[in-house]
């Protein structure tokens, strides 16, 4: 099914000039970015998209990386996009991503990893209006 999902160009990636290969490598599977937009999030921001590993402890480290500097927020469409964006995306940390995913070409570390892409369904709708009103997603 045509899927939307959120991702984000995180402060590493933008910081090495990887926007324009990044978005390429989604275009290049068929993914179309249907909104887009560079925004430095406040700490608030950061906690309340991470919520959910408000526990965790890496959670202080994480808010602190997606402060540092400007990320620009996607939200991608096309078929089957949220599993689509997480293969390309690649694992979590960088060490485990298959040669050819983004992490493993552009991330340093588990907290500089580069990229976030939606997890589900679920996740994605939440994520999306996080970042996006209706009339600033541009769908096919
Ligand atoms: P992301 O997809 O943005 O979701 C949460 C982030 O926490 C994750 O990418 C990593 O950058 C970061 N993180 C740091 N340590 C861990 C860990 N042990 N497990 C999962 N995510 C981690």
């Known amino acids: 099914a045509v899927e939307r999902t959120l991702s984000i160009i995180k402060p590493d990636a933008v910081a090495r000039n990887a926007i324009g290969e990044i978005l390429a490598r989604f275009e290049r599977s068929g ?20 919520a959910v590993h408000r526990e965790r402890p890496f959670f202080n480290d994480l808010v602190g990386f997606m402060t540092s500097g400007p990320v620009l927020v996607q939200v991608l469409e096309g078929e089957d996009a949220i599993r689509k964006n997480r293969e390309i995306m690649g694992e979590t940390n960088p060490k485990e991503a298959a040669a050819g995913t983004l992490r493993h070409d552009f991330a340093e570390s588990i907290d500089a990893n ?8 679920e996740t994605a709708e939440r994520e999306i209006d996080f970042f996006f009103k209706a009339d600033e997603i541009f769908s096919r």
């Open 114 to 121: 580069a990229v976030h892409g939606s997890d589900s369904p």
């Open 31 to 50: 993914l179309r970015v249907v909104a887009a937009r560079m925004v430095q999030m406040s700490t608030e921001q950061a906690e309340s998209f991470y």
